[in-house]
């Protein structure tokens, strides 16, 4: 049951939860974690650190996130397998979405 709830919680999900998952492959701090999305998105998108740290915390207390160590004053997070299960559902339902754009800009079978 908690799964489904968290489901519903956050699929669809912000750009924000779907960056700040994904850079969490790897292991990183808040900072590295803004650095890496600006670069994935070459700079487009640019998370606060107020909206950063009020995520982190949310999924960390969801479980989506793990600490995994701290350095210099620094909480190092790294994505938990119920993190990585909604990741990849939400990238099944973009890869969806996107598949049924090009579908329909193209005139296929669903264009009525």
Do not use: C, F
């Not at 890496?36 to 998108?45: N, P």
């Not at 973009?94 to 579908?103: A, P, Q, S, T, V």
């Amino acid at each position: 049951m908690r799964g489904y709830k968290l489901r519903n919680k956050y699929i669809p999900m912000s750009e924000t939860a779907y960056y700040i998952l994904l850079s969490l492959i790897k292991p990183r701090h808040g900072y590295g974690i803004k650095q890496h999305v600006q670069e994935l998105t070459a700079g487009r998108l640019d998370i606060g650190a107020g909206t950063m740290y009020s995520t982190l915390s949310r999924m960390e207390k969801d479980r989506l996130i793990i600490p995994v160590k701290e350095e210099n004053r620094r909480k190092i997070y790294q994505i938990s397998d119920t993190g990585k299960e909604l990741l990849e559902a939400e990238v099944s339902r973009l890869k969806r979405l996107y598949e049924h754009g090009i579908d329909q800009l193209k005139g296929g079978i669903y264009n009525g």
